[in-house]
């Protein structure tokens, strides 16, 4: 009986110790899966966190590259209002070749001035996009409306270079020279030829402002920002019309390098911001 008594004892203790090694198995095997559970929520987080931080980073370079673009645009126009005063001097002194080397400069440097717009153009198309992703409140574009406007002043060098050139082809000998270069690949702003800039430049000029100019106008800036003064300084040296063109162009360059003084003032606090908000 005794020993009978013993066997089922070990028999219960057997059982027991078993159910509790698959108990310890269970736990063990459900203990990855909550702290899986735990940990994921935390993760999406830190990868939200991080893409947001990544916008604000993408915000502030594209503010700062429109930024740079926009001080460097009245360089082109007086360069080539630069390069048509050698054109004049060159036309009165009947230096045919050197007439021509001199208005090919100014198409130059305005197609250049037209590229760079249209790189405008397309950072405020990028800006537009972060900003529907990014969570916070973005930075200012800092290119408005009254700016663009002012860049209106190319077309005063637009129409001298269309003046130059009609008074050249008044002149058989320019003509001459002209005729031999006109078809010469001309690969400026997407030009094909000389001829082709020197036909479309004014249109093209008209056309990528307008474009940059419709685009700024949506923008709206807040009551007393602090870059409405400069913003109003770009569109005042436009209006001066009784000034030269090269006049209003230094007044244009200016006050398109106060304005992005500021500006990077402005974006350095933003971004100090973003970086408390977003880490």
Not at 81 to 105: M, P
Not at 217 to 229: E, F, V
Not at 252 to 264: M, Q
Request: aromatic residues 8%; hydrophobic residues 40%.
């Amino acid at each position: 009986m005794e020993v009978f008594l013993a066997v089922i004892l070990i028999i219960i203790l057997v059982a027991i110790v078993r159910t509790l090694q698959e108990q310890a198995a269970t736990n063990k095997r459900k203990q990855p899966k909550e702290t899986v559970a735990f940990e994921k929520p935390e993760a999406e987080g830190s990868q939200a966190a991080a893409r947001q931080g990544d916008y604000a980073e993408s915000l502030v370079r594209n503010c700062k590259e429109s930024l740079g673009d926009f001080e460097l645009l009245p360089g082109h126009l007086i360069a080539a209002e630069e390069s048509l005063d050698q054109a004049d001097a060159r036309f009165c002194e009947g230096a045919f070749a050197a007439f021509w080397d001199s208005i090919e400069r100014a198409v130059q440097e305005l197609g250049a001035f037209d590229t760079r717009v249209r790189t405008l153009n397309g950072r405020f198309t990028t800006y537009n996009t972060l900003v529907k992703q990014y969570e916070g409140q973005p930075p200012q574009f800092p290119i408005g409306h009254d700016c663009v406007c002012g860049l209106a002043v190319s077309a005063r060098t637009a129409e001298r270079l269309r003046s130059v050139v009609y008074n050249a082809h008044g002149k058989s000998q320019f003509v001459e020279i002209y005729e031999q270069r006109k078809s010469n690949p001309f690969l400026v702003a997407g030009f094909a030829t000389f001829a082709n800039a020197l036909a479309l430049m004014s249109s093209e000029l008209q056309s990528s402002i307008g474009q940059l100019a419709s685009s700024a106008g949506k923008i709206r800036l807040p009551p007393n920002d602090s870059l409405q003064r400069t913003q109003t300084n770009v569109a005042n040296a436009f209006s001066l019309s009784t000034q030269r063109p090269k006049d209003v162009i230094l007044e244009l360059k200016s006050a398109a390098t106060e304005r992005k003084a500021l500006a990077l003032e402005l974006l350095e606090n933003w971004e100090q911001n973003a970086r408390r908000q977003f880490p």
